[in-house]
């Protein structure tokens, strides 16, 4: 009985430290704020400028792009998983990372392969689906309060380039096949976030399967402003440079990160 106390106070102290190590593990992901999901719309129209910069007018090709973006991809990933703790800087390098490998790889899908946007969003949305299903019944749950070992970060982030993908095939169907053009599927996309939005304040949805929802659509809304800024004048577009547009949207990313820190993520979202 006499050693009752200190056998507690081991308890205690091994229960805390599981609880630091558990918030660590969070730490790594950004909580999920309004000012994430600007960072996340700026990084997706960074990705689509980006990634035509490369494989357009570096004349570079969709294939060769892609290769060169899946490596930059699992450097970040791999840099991802490694770090200790939250890094916003990594993250953010992590997140351009899939946008602009999910640009290259959609086009090379939709346009190379001669799939065309219905058909390439098709096997997009089912290996997104597929990339859930198994992660859910792997590790249990997708929450993203519960990305905190390699595996579930692993499953995140090719969670993510799926979304990513998917996304600008996405974009590019609304706004080519189905001529919504860029502006008017800017407004599709912008109005179903808003929906989502709502039905997460207004609405006892599933607040996971909401956030997954919402990162998806994100990259279509990015992909079709992205193309909007640099496209012919003629197709709809600004007929920006990709380079000054890309370098714009990266100093905002940055000063987005610099100037409003991101706490780590300790809670659902």
Known sequence: MA????????????????????????????QVTLLFWIIKILATTLGETGGDAVSMSMNLGYLISTGIFVVIFAVAVIAQVLAKKF??????TTIIATTTVGTTLADFVDRSLGIGYAGGTAILLTLLLASLFVWYRTLGSIAVHTVGSP??????????????????????????????????SALVFGTMLAAIAAAYYRTRISSTALFWAAFILTRPL?????????????????????????????????????????????QRH
């Open 3 to 30: 050693n009752q106390p200190y056998k507690e106070r081991r308890m205690a102290a091994s229960q805390q430290s599981d609880e630091r190590f558990r918030d660590d593990l969070i730490s790594k992901v950004p």
């Open 87 to 92: 890094n916003p800087i990594l993250y953010w």
């Open 151 to 184: 595996r579930s970060e692993i499953f995140y982030w090719v969670t993510i380039m799926f979304s990513q993908t998917l996304g600008t095939a996405l974009g590019d169907w609304t706004a080519d096949t189905q001529g919504l053009g860029y502006l008017g």
């Open 222 to 266: 990015g992909a079709v402003v992205g193309d909007f800024l640099d496209k012919p004048v003629s197709k709809g577009g600004l007929e920006l440079s990709r380079y000054s547009a890309s370098a714009t949207l990266l100093v905002l990313i940055a000063l987005g990160i610099l100037i409003f820190p991101q706490k780590p993520a300790r």
